[in-house]
């Protein structure tokens, strides 16, 4: 397992609730963090591993060693944002090295299933807040790309069209399979 990159088309497909926490699950959850802290990642989404579900990652402060800021979080769903606004930069696992500033709300209060089944909710500040919207947004194929304004786009137009084109010659190589039916 590995993790996709733009513009693999499971990054634009909608994920499917998670219906049964079952040992597969539990397994999808440990490469997931093992593949986020080996990317130094502070969150990871499950279509960014090619997963078509409604599932993520997260350590608050990028740590391993942190166990108190790391969450496996299914099917997460914002039920409140803040009017307030902050516009800050931040990059994606699925777009190497490309960064730009993103507007988002300020604080969210986030409901998702832990992974034994229980309930959770909390409210989320700053950077936080923004981990939480860049992996959700990923489970509705949102990327952070579709979020700049026109200077950061204008200012990624290169990065992608090189991210287009290593993805054309990988596929050409025979180095990204075609059959992308989750293998649950
Ligand atoms: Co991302």
């Not at 579709?146 to 137009?157: E, L, N």
Request: glycine residues 6%.
């Amino acid at each position: 397992m590995k993790i996709v990159h733009y513009p693999h088309p499971s990054l634009r497909q909608k994920a499917e609730p998670v219906t049964q926490l079952s040992k597969d699950i539990q397994i999808l959850a440990e490469k997931m963090l093992e593949l986020m802290y080996e990317h130094n990642g502070v969150g990871l989404a499950a279509p960014q591993v090619a997963q078509p579900l409604r599932m993520i990652a997260i350590n608050f402060v990028g740590d391993p060693e942190q166990k108190d800021q790391e969450l496996i979080a299914i099917n997460p769903v914002i039920i409140e944002a803040s009017k307030t606004i902050i516009d800050d930069r931040e990059g994606c696992l699925s777009f190497p090295n490309l960064f730009s500033r993103v507007r988002r709300p300020k604080r969210v209060k986030v409901q998702f299933y832990n992974l034994k089944g229980e309930l959770m909710e909390g409210v989320f500040e700053d950077l936080a807040a923004r981990i939480w919207q860049h992996e959700i947004d990923h489970l509705d194929g949102v990327l952070f790309i579709d979020k700049m304004g026109t200077v950061g786009r204008d200012a990624s137009k290169r990065a992608l069209k090189e991210f287009e084109e290593a993805y054309y010659e990988a596929q050409k190589n025979g180095e990204i399979p075609k059959d992308l039916t989750p293998r649950f």
